[in-house]
């Protein structure tokens, strides 16, 4: 083998652009913590309401202090998130601000492909749980999932697809599916790991003679779903209820058709217990969908991939540390490869696994093969 001096210039190159990446990392992080407390304050709706606003406009709409206002409103004009309505040099008191049209589609429509928000959601629960994850470092434990208190940001995250993929794109991969669910006597649904329940909801939606059965372990979880399925007009047809789906035995043998698990498999202590369980709630000719991240199928540093640094951020922080809670635990982390899903699949029963020919940024659909 052979290794080539690195120069003293060659050298001072690599340190100013390693300065340089973390820099901007460490802006980037200030910065959407501030897009965080907007969120919290209600300020960027109450911007798209009002329409271009001073301070103390938005101030006084949201009930904040308005030299505070004037502050954020400048930082997110300066970086580029908001706009100034009119001449900038114009004094601070009198200057008016607006959200575009682009940033009220990210910022503030819950059911678009471009939501992005929630992400800051997910932000701002980083600072308060931070040294419980740094504990679980250094012990080997872990962080329950209800500690996070991101029960609506994972909602929200997730819902956009649920609206608008699962019942025009996702389920219909499955064959015959599209038509057994808009028939008179349609498939039995179950869903494990429900979170706020959007994609029993959305499935309730599409198809009216559809019933869906849907778990979580999480009792905030199951409160909002129950309200959400409310506010939908479809309570009548999707039953949540809190259980851990990591216990086989506390569900009805050969009871579904369709079973579903949608981007929690990775964050449970007992995946092979949950496939388990899905395993044998399906009938005969039951189908098995399993989504899941779409992470890389090895291992590859660096990457310029943001969508792979994004799970392995969640990983580190959440995923992680929630999957390690519960003892004994495989500690899968977000970072699930096909190849684990598969053995983890095979572990419970199941004969192999099919990845559908769905293209998704964030995820991977795989049917399970029974
Ligand atoms: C990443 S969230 C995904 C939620 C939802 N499927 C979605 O896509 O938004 C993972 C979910 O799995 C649930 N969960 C974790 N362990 C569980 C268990 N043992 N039994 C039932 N649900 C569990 C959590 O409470 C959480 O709601």
């Known amino acids: 083998m052979t290794t080539t001096e690195t120069s003293p210039e060659e050298l001072e190159a690599q340190i100013g652009a390693y300065a340089e990446r973390l820099f901007g990392t460490g802006l980037a992080a200030f910065e959407a913590t501030i897009i965080a407390l907007g969120r919290q304050l209600g300020l960027y709706p109450a911007l798209a309401e009002r329409g271009p606003s001073t301070a103390a406009e938005l101030a ?46 990210c910022l503030l429509r819950p059911e678009s492909l471009a939501s992005v928000g929630p992400l800051f959601d997910f932000v701002a629960a980083v600072g308060p749980i931070l040294p419980a994850v740094a504990d679980a470092f250094r012990t080997g434990g872990g962080v329950p999932y209800a500690d996070y208190g991101i029960h609506d940001a994972q909602g929200d995250f997730n819902r956009p697809v649920f609206v608008n993929l699962l019942t025009t794109e996702w389920l219909p991969a499955l064959p015959g599916f599209a038509e057994r669910l808009a028939s008179a006597a349609p498939p039995a649904v179950v869903e494990i790991g429900c979170g706020e329940g959007w994609a029993a909801i959305a499935i309730a939606t599409a198809w009216p003679n559809v019933r869906v059965d849907a778990y979580d372990l999480d009792d905030a979880s199951i409160a909002a779903a129950r309200q959400h399925a409310t506010d939908a007009g479809v309570s009548d047809r999707v039953r949540f209820e809190v259980a851990d789906v990591t216990n086989p035995d506390a569900f009805p043998a050969d009871a ?115």
């Open 256 to 370: 579904y058709d369709l079973v579903l698990a949608f981007e929690m498999i990775h964050d449970l202590a007992r995946p092979q217990q949950a496939l388990a369980t899905m395993r044998r709630m399906g009938t005969a000719d039951a189908a098995y969908l399993v989504v899941d991240e779409r992470v890389a199928e090895q291992f590859e540093a660096p990457t310029e991939n943001p969508i792979e640094r994004l799970f392995y951020a969640a990983s580190v922080l959440h995923c992680l540390p929630v999957g390690m809670a519960d003892k004994p635990s495989a500690g899968t982390g977000t970072v699930m490869r096909p190849d684990t899903l598969r053995r983890y699949a095979t572990d419970a029963g199941f004969t192999d696994l099919d990845v559908l020919p769905i293209e998704h940024d964030l995820f991977r659909l795989y049917r399970l093969v029974a």
């Open 60 to 105: 006084e709409a949201t009930a904040i202090d308005p030299r505070y206002a004037r502050e954020w409103l400048e930082q997110q004009a300066v970086a580029g998130w908001i706009d100034v309505a009119g001449d900038a040099g114009e004094d601070p008191e009198h200057r008016r601000y607006a959200l575009s049209p682009a940033g009220q589609e």
